[in-house]
């Protein structure tokens, strides 16, 4: 079968007893500009807090640097990974048989989950109130969040499908949702 296009970002390919989806991390490039300049300026701020922590012989200095330092790693890491998987992230969705594959990945590098269907318990969209502060922060752009689709598995919540708009959540629910039933019910 052909691929078929749902929007810019997301496509699926089905095949008799498969399924497959992806979901591109892709933003405008304007967005993406921003993004690396943002990582650019606070890398080159880093290295002037890495440079005045090896220079400084004040104790007291040395440990707010210590600290911030601390801290601008994180970000650095966590800005980092927002940047290259804006740049060639996606997430891949394949029901195959018996088992629903989740895989979020930069440049095909990532880990693949797989889950059993028939263990598969309230697959639902995760609806947020759109007033809200977590919708806002999750569906920003700067940010890896925001799923919009989840089930629960063996007492853990499972969350995917990040930062689809409204119309691309449902119709990627519409394709799910049926698919996995299908499985559930065969095994009953």
């Not at 996606?90 to 440049?107: P, V």
């Amino acid at each position: 079968m052909s691929v078929k296009v749902i929007s810019e970002r997301v496509s699926y390919k089905a095949e008799p007893g498969a399924l497959q989806l992806i979901i591109l991390g892709r933003i405008e490039r304007w967005k993406e500009t921003l993004l690396a300049a943002w990582l650019l300026l606070w890398t080159v701020c880093g290295i002037i807090a890495i440079r005045e922590f090896v220079l400084n012989p004040e104790r007291e200095m040395r440990m707010v640097l210590f600290v911030f330092l601390f801290f601008w790693g994180y970000y650095l890491w966590r800005v980092g990974k927002v940047w290259l998987y804006r740049r060639g992230g996606n997430e891949l969705i394949r029901i195959a048989g018996e088992e629903l594959t989740l895989k979020r990945s930069i440049y095909t590098y990532g880990k693949a989950k797989t889950y059993y269907i028939p263990n598969i318990e309230k697959f639902e969209a995760i609806v947020l109130i759109k007033k809200s502060f977590a919708y806002t922060y999750e569906n920003a752009w700067w940010v890896l969040g925001g799923e919009k689709l989840g089930f629960e598995y063996q007492g853990r919540h499972v969350k995917f499908a990040m930062q689809l708009t409204d119309a691309e959540a449902a119709a990627v629910y519409a394709l799910l949702k049926p698919a996995l039933a299908k499985v559930a019910k065969m095994k009953r």
